[in-house]
């Protein structure tokens, strides 16, 4: 790709985090493929100085990177599945949704949020281009177009009353499309919701692991809003979330639509202003940070490696394979990693060919430390795995900085 910006097209020559070459972050591998080339693509990040969008430099085709047996399931994580619950039950009640609406989820995955709107009679429809995750939501009873949304897809589908789409807007490679597609499908007092990690939040607590080339953008509220804009659409509230490590919910809609604008956006953007995201100086100072907390635990596992003690690690999450990538991390310092998908057992991650075992194994050998790869639900885990504790492991979290407890 030329180096020119996603959305305003501006040349770009302000680099934010160089994490070298790596495999797609959720390609997972059988035994069979450890004997084959290993395909990897340069994982660099970049800021338009004019629009502030942080983007890849250089990026797969979506088809190599969500495949038919793309392995994320949403319904793995039971905190996640809980606040899918708590959103559905708010913007029912916000937007008085019943029986007459028309919903559309974008990026649906395996149903783990359509299927409240199911249980309250709210007609609702999934788009979702993964096949393995399209027919587990199928299963359950819920419409859902395997296709890539965009603009012109958008036109034929059905106009509908609310439009969601958490932790997708990071994912497109073509964001504008994308964003006209929610103008192109919205009734004229429809709502947009979406949620996604706030960079501002992954600037203050180093969560450079939450970077890989399946986000192929990094976005905050400053970067959204003139997104939405050149679309037709309007940012008219915004909430901060601790999912993810620290993410917004923002509200859209048609420019010329009811809505009022709440203080939230304003306040929001005013804050990024005051953190100086419309600086050089927020941004190039990255690069330092991810290679400290990198180092940081290098030297932790090395020296647990020097003591004899034993590490294994949980979640076989993009979070891991970044951390392990950059780090240089093979079987030797963490020989093997759970996870409660079966869709992932005995498979091994990318780049660093780390075994993925069952959680069961954890019953038979427990080891001196166990390194939890997806930190923002290390309660859920904590909490799955309190025999553990009893034993005398030790959890240990990099990211932001190396937490042993």
Same mark, same amino acid.
């Given at each position: ?10 040349? !770009? ?51 190599? !990177? ?5 392995? +994320? ?38 149903? +783990? ?55 997708? +807007? ?23 919701? !979406?949620?996604?990690?706030? !960079? ?5 607590f180093n969560q450079f692991d939450t970077v890989y080339h ?192």
């Amino acid at each position: 790709m030329t180096n020119e910006c996603r959305h305003c097209k501006r040349e !770009l020559t302000l680099k934010f985090l160089d994490l070298g070459h790596a495999p797609p972050s959720n390609a997972y591998l059988t035994d069979e493929d450890l004997s084959r080339p290993e395909v990897t693509f340069p994982l660099r990040l970049w800021v338009c100085s004019s629009c502030r969008l942080v983007q890849t430099e250089d990026f797969a085709e979506a088809d190599q !990177l969500f495949t038919e047996d793309y392995a +994320y399931f949403s319904s793995t994580s039971k905190s996640w599945l809980a606040h899918a619950a708590e959103y559905v039950d708010m913007i029912v009640e916000r937007l008085s949704l019943n029986s007459e609406s028309h919903v559309i989820e974008v990026a649906s995955n395996d149903g +783990y949020l359509l299927k409240n709107f199911l249980e309250k009679d709210i007609p609702c429809l999934g788009v979702e281009p993964t096949k393995s995750t399209a027919e587990a939501a199928e299963a359950l009873g819920i419409s859902v177009l395997q296709e890539f949304f965009g603009e012109e897809m958008a036109k034929a589908l059905p106009q509908a009353d609310l439009i969601l789409g958490n932790n997708v +807007y990071a994912h497109v490679p073509d964001i504008n499309d994308f964003t006209l597609g929610f103008s192109a499908a919205l009734k004229p007092q429809g709502v947009v919701t !979406l949620e996604f990690p706030h !960079l501002m939040r992954l600037v203050e607590f180093n969560q450079f692991d939450t970077v890989y080339h399946e986000h192929f953008s990094y976005l905050s509220l400053l970067s959204v809003t003139k997104i939405m804009a050149s679309a037709g659409l309007r940012v008219f509230d915004v909430e901060e979330l601790p999912t993810h490590g620290g993410s917004l919910r923002v509200y859209a809609c048609l420019e010329q639509a009811d809505h009022a604008s709440r203080s939230s956006v304003a306040e929001l953007l005013a804050e990024e202003r005051r953190r100086g995201m419309e600086e050089d100086n927020f941004y190039s100072a990255f690069q330092s940070k991810a290679e400290s907390v990198r180092n940081e635990f290098l030297r932790f596992l090395l020296d647990a490696r020097r003591d004899g003690k034993s590490v294994a690690a949980y979640g076989a999450a993009a979070k891991g394979n970044t951390l392990a990538n950059f780090a240089g991390i093979k079987p030797d310092l963490i020989p093997f990693v759970c996870d409660a998908a079966a869709s992932k057992q005995g498979k091994y991650l990318p780049g660093s060919h780390i075994p993925i075992r069952p959680p069961s194994v954890l019953d038979l050998e427990w080891p001196d430390y166990l390194v939890v790869f997806p930190w923002n639900i290390m309660p859920e885990v904590r909490a799955q795995l309190t025999e553990l504790s009893g034993l005398g492991t030790k959890f240990v979290t990099a990211v932001p900085r190396l937490k042993i407890s």
